[in-house]
């Protein structure tokens, strides 16, 4: 049998343990990185799919349900859900010339869509409980000339 000395400073094991503490730490940070991931994913194609519907939008002829059904099917190729997404249509003046009194108008279009965190929204009400949501709205703005034809 060792002498009680020698068995106390063995370091054996001493790894497993540190491992078992570092471990659930890492795992939430890999877990943030990744819903932060696809927090950032579906920002960029609720943001294009405004976008793509004030690029319609801006042109002469457009519909406003033709806009929605553009920016509806622009978020159902990104991959979301496009029925809980809300659109907005809206004609403004960008710019009125105080001198001749010509104003240039133009389209805004705004697209709302709730993203839901999949791993930190859980556990997030694990911790501080079931009153915390785990959804936040992202919500894009486009605005975009309204083009004319030349000479009017």
Do not use: C
């Not at 809980?84 to 403004?92: G, H, L, M, N, R």
């Not at 108008?105 to 929204?121: D, E, Q, R, W």
């Not at 992202?138 to 030349?150: P, Q, S």
């Amino acid at each position: 049998m060792a002498p009680l000395g020698r068995r106390l400073r063995s370091e054996r094991g001493a790894e497993l343990v540190e491992f078992a503490l570092v471990m659930p730490i890492l795992m939430l940070v890999l877990a943030g990185i990744l819903d932060m991931g696809f927090l950032f994913k579906n920002y960029e194609v609720v943001t294009n799919a405004a976008r793509e519907g004030a690029r319609m939008a801006s042109l002469p002829g457009w519909v406003e349900d033709d806009v929605k059904a553009r920016v509806r099917d622009y978020l159902a190729a990104g991959g979301l859900n496009a029925a809980v997404a809300t659109t907005t249509v809206e004609q403004i003046v960008l710019v009125t010339d105080i001198a001749t009194g010509r104003t240039i108008n133009g389209i805004k279009v705004a697209v709302t869509y709730p993203h839901s965190f999949m791993i930190l929204g859980p556990i997030s009400q694990l911790v501080k409980g079931a009153a915390v949501t785990n959804d936040i709205n992202l919500t894009a703005v486009a605005t975009m000339r309204t083009e004319v034809a030349a000479g009017l």
